[in-house]
Structure formats: C-alpha cells, structure tokens
T-cell receptor, first 112, second 113 residues
C-alpha cells in the first residue's frame, strides 16, 4: 500500500564499488527527488526529475548520477562509492509547485 | 541566496508542556512554508503547510504561524505528548518552476512521560 518504496533498505558497499539505490512510486507524480540525511546537515537534495527521461542536479550532485527510466522509477547511482557517501538516502515524489512531497522509508548506506 | 535557518537542534519537554519551534527564511520570492515531521525509522511526512496568503495552518493539534515582517514561521503545540517525540523540519518551497524544497536542519523533540 505504501506509495513510495525504496530498495534496498540497508546496504554495505566497499570503497570504489558501484551502488544503485532504487525508488518506486505509485502516486503517479511527475516529480521525484533524492535526498541524503546527515546529522548536522538535515536533508539535502542530490538529484531530482520532472518526469520520465529527465534528471536535474540538486544542491549536492557531485559523485552521484540519477536515472528516471519511467514515471514510477527513479534510481540513484554511485559509480565509485566513497566513505563520505555513508548516509541515509530518501526518495520522494510530488506534483506541481508548492505541493507536498511524499517520502519513502529511506535506505541506510554504509561505505567501508 | 535562498535559505532556511532552524536554530533549535534538540528540545526536551515533559508531557503537557508547551512546544515552540522557530524558523527564519531568506528569499527574494514569495515562498510557501512547510513543517515536516519524521518519526524514528520513517521518512519525513507533511505536518503543516502555510502560505503567505493565509499566515496560519493547523493539524493534529499543531499550529504554524508565519510572520512576513520578521521572515519567520514557527510551530507550536499547547500540550505535547510522548507520541510527539520526533524530528521536526521546517521547509520552504520557492516560487518559479523549480519544485524544490529547502529544509532546515531539523529539531529533535523528546517528550518525557
């Protein structure tokens, strides 16, 4: 029933490895977002998308890529993971300007 | 640039105490302001939305008020309960077509029974 789901929920990766975080939404929203959450920094926007095929850089895009192959799916890709990317990652969907964003449950990523 | 400042990192209260969390914002546009709540192990969820047109919003016993003169907006609740323990984020949506939210750093509320 959950409208925004993320997988995996927990991930341990090695430095230099490739990591893909997946997000699926059943809200039929055009907009999707990837954030990371860190103590002392709150929620920071990494990438976002206005619809299938589009990706835009957020406030902290370095070291991350995004892919939006369909309305429902939005992936975050770490080509060469580093320990500084250890964090909790949240995906969200929303519609239109000023509208509520609906968040997934988060993925805890640890890069060793 | 556009920013949201949330100074209170941690607030500890007892049940039935009064809660007040303040945020200030900076933008050249006309923002829509939000309060999100994040319970342990979950993603953030919308608690309240305040537009610059109506100045106030309320939900689940919480009330948010916006003051254009001081570019601040605050969240308050008259009597908190232990179930209100969570992280509260203020956020701002900018005018234009960016559809982005700028979040404050969050306030961790712990309510002791």
């Amino acid at each position: 029933e959950a409208a925004v789901t993320q997988s995996p929920r927990n991930k341990v990766a090695v430095t230099g490895g490739k990591v893909t975080l997946s997000c699926n939404q059943t809200n039929n929203h055009n907009n999707m977002y990837w954030y990371r959450q860190d103590t002392g920094h709150g929620l920071r926007l990494i990438h976002y998308s206005y619809g299938a095929g589009s990706t835009e850089k957020g406030d902290i895009p370095d070291g991350y890529k995004a892919s939006r192959p369909s309305q429902e799916n939005f992936s975050l890709i770490l080509e060469l993971a580093t320990p500084s990317q250890t964090s909790v990652y949240f995906c969200a969907s929303g519609e239109g300007n000023y509208a509520e964003q609906f968040f997934g449950p988060g993925t805890r990523l640890t890069v060793l | 640039g556009d920013s949201v400042i949330q100074m209170q990192g941690q607030v500890t209260l007892s049940e039935n105490d009064f809660l007040f969390i303040n945020c200030t914002y900076s933008t050249t546009g006309y923002p829509t302001l939000f309060w999100y709540v994040q319970y342990s192990g979950e993603g953030p969820q919308l608690l309240l939305q305040v537009t610059t047109a109506n100045n106030k919003g309320s939900s689940r016993g919480f009330e948010a008020t916006y003051d254009k003169g001081t570019t601040s907006f605050h969240l308050q609740k008259t009597s908190v309960q232990e179930i209100d323990s969570a992280v509260y984020y203020c956020a701002m949506s900018l005018t234009g077509n960016t559809r982005k939210l700028i979040f404050g750093l969050g306030t961790t509320l712990q309510v002791q029974p």
